[in-house]
C-alpha cells in the first residue's frame, strides 16, 4: 500500500513538472517568425520510450538517405511512468542508433510552435503540437490495441490522427467499425511492420548473441518472453508464473534465453516489481541467458523455440516459421480484443496447460522438429507486407506531405 502511494506521488510529481515545461514552450514563439527553407520536408518521429523508437529505425534511415530532400527532427516526450533517466538515455539512442543529428533532437515542450509537414508517433499517447501538421500514427503491434478507441486523459484516439499505417487489411475493418462514421475516420494504410524488416539485414552467425551460452551453444535455443501486460494480469505480478516455468527451463537439456518486455523493467508499470533483482537467481544456471536489451530482433532471429502468454511477439516469431508455445493461467482478459488475440494464438501455437505441459511439447519439438503449418500464413496475414513494410511506410508518408506543400512559417 505504501509503494503504492509513493508510486503514484512520483506520478503525479512528474505529470506536475511536464505542465510547468509545456507551459514555458507556449512562450518559445521564434518559429512564428521563423521562415523554412521550402526546399526540404520536414518530418518529426515522437516517442517517450527506446522501445517504442526502435520501431522508426527502418524508416529514418531511409529518409536520411535523401538529406537534401528531408529534414528529419526527433522529439523526446516525457512520459509519468519513465525517469528523467530513460529520456536522455532515449536521446542517446536517437543521436547513436537513429543516427538524428544533436540539433535535430528536442524536447516536445521545445517544439510546440514548431511547423512540420507531417508528425509520426506510435502511441496513443501522444502530445500534438499546437500549429496544424499532419499527423500520422504508426501501428507497433500485432492486432488493435483497445486503447486506441477509448477516449482517456492524457491519451488521443485512432480518430484524432489523420494517417494510421497499420499492419493488416483487419485492424482498418475494426477501426472502420469502432467509429461509424466512416468519413470521419482517417486515412487508413495496411503496410505490415517496418520494425521487423530488420530480421532479414541480421548476419546468419548466432554467436554473437548467444556468447553466455557458448558452451551449449549446439543446444536448441528456447524464447521465454513474457509479456508485460500479461505478467501484469497474475497473482504476484507473475513472479510464481515466471518461476514455475524457469523451474522446467533449467532442468531441461536446452539453452534458454530469458527475455522480458522493455516495460517490465520499469518499476512503476510493473506494479513496483525490480525485474532484474528478480531474474538474477536464475543468472547462475550455464544454459541461462538473460537478455535486457531492449531489441527484440536478435532474440526472435536466433532462438528456435518460443514460449510466451498475450505476447505480440508469438506472431513476429510465427512469421519466421518457427513454433511458439502458448502458456497463460489465467482466463482473465481485460478486453475483447485480448480475447480475440488469444483466440488467434491457441488457434496456431501449442498451448500449454501448465510448465509441465511445457516441457511435454517441448521435448515433442526437439523431437520431431515440427510445428504447426498455419502458423506462419496466419502471422503473415496479420503483418501485411512482411519484408518491405519500411518502403510502404516511407512511399506514403513522402506522397502524403507532398500534397500539403511545404512546411513554411
Excluded at 350 to 379: C, D, H, M, V, Y
Aim: glycine letters at 4%.
Amino acid at each position: 500500500m505504501i509503494q503504492q502511494i509513493q508510486i503514484q506521488f512520483l506520478i503525479g510529481c512528474r505529470v506536475l513538472l511536464e505542465s510547468i515545461l509545456n507551459a514555458a514552450g507556449m512562450f518559445r514563439l521564434a518559429p512564428l517568425f521563423r521562415g523554412q527553407p521550402a526546399q526540404r520536408k520536414r518530418i518529426a518521429f515522437q516517442a517517450y520510450s527506446i522501445h517504442l523508437a526502435q520501431q522508426y529505425q527502418t524508416i529514418i534511415a531511409e529518409l536520411l538517405k535523401a538529406p537534401d530532400e528531408y529534414e528529419v527532427v526527433f522529439i523526446l516526450l516525457p512520459h509519468p511512468h519513465f525517469s528523467r533517466k530513460s529520456l536522455q538515455q532515449l536521446r542517446e539512442f536517437a543521436r547513436s542508433q537513429l543516427h538524428i543529428p544533436v540539433g535535430k533532437i528536442h524536447f516536445s515542450w521545445q517544439v510546440l510552435w514548431e511547423k512540420f509537414d507531417l508528425v509520426v508517433y506510435n502511441d496513443v499517447f501522444a502530445k500534438f503540437l499546437l500549429r496544424k501538421s499532419q499527423k500520422c500514427l504508426l501501428q507497433h503491434g500485432i492486432m488493435i490495441n483497445h486503447r486506441w478507441l477509448k477516449p482517456r486523459l492524457f491519451r488521443k484516439t485512432a480518430k484524432d490522427f489523420d494517417i494510421i499505417l497499420l499492419n493488416d487489411e483487419s485492424d482498418i475493418e475494426l477501426i472502420r467499425a469502432h467509429y461509424y462514421d466512416k468519413f470521419a475516420t482517417p486515412k487508413m494504410y495496411h503496410i505490415g511492420m517496418p520494425y521487423l524488416d530488420r530480421l532479414s539485414l541480421l548476419d546468419e552467425d548466432s554467436g554473437h548473441y548467444l556468447r553466455e551460452l557458448a558452451p551449449r551453444r549446439q543446444k536448441v535455443n528456447v524464447l521465454f518472453a513474457p509479456s508485460w501486460s500479461g505478467l501484469n494480469l497474475l497473482e504476484n505480478q507473475g513472479r510464481d508464473y515466471v518461476d514455475r516455468v524457469m523451474a522446467i527451463l533449467t532442468q531441461m537439456d536446452l539453452n534458454t534465453v530469458v527475455k522480458l518486455h522493455a516495460c517490465s523493467y520499469n518499476k512503476i508499470m510493473a506494479g513496483g516489481i525490480d525485474w532484474k533483482k528478480q531474474l538474477q537467481k536464475f543468472a547462475g544456471y550455464e544454459n541461462v541467458m538473460i537478455d535486457y536489451d531492449v531489441d527484440d530482433i536478435p532474440a526472435l532471429k536466433y532462438c528456435d523455440v518460443l514460449i510466451t502468454d498475450i505476447s505480440s511477439r508469438a506472431f513476429n516469431f510465427m512469421l519466421l516459421d518457427k513454433p511458439v508455445i502458448y502458456y497463460f493461467p489465467t482466463a482473465e482478459v481485460r478486453n475483447t480484443m485480448d480475447a480475440n488475440r488469444i483466440a488467434q494464438l491457441k488457434q496456431n501455437a501449442f498451448t500449454a496447460a501448465s510448465p509441465e505441459n511445457i516441457r511435454e511439447i517441448l521435448q515433442q519439438l526437439t523431437a520431431n522438429g515440427s510445428g504447426k503449418s498455419s502458423a506462419n500464413s496466419t502471422a503473415g496475414r496479420l503483418m501485411t507486407g512482411r519484408s518491405d513494410a519500411t518502403k510502404a511506410a516511407v512511399h506514403i508518408m513522402v506522397e502524403n506531405m507532398n500534397h500539403t506543400g511545404a512546411a513554411t512559417a
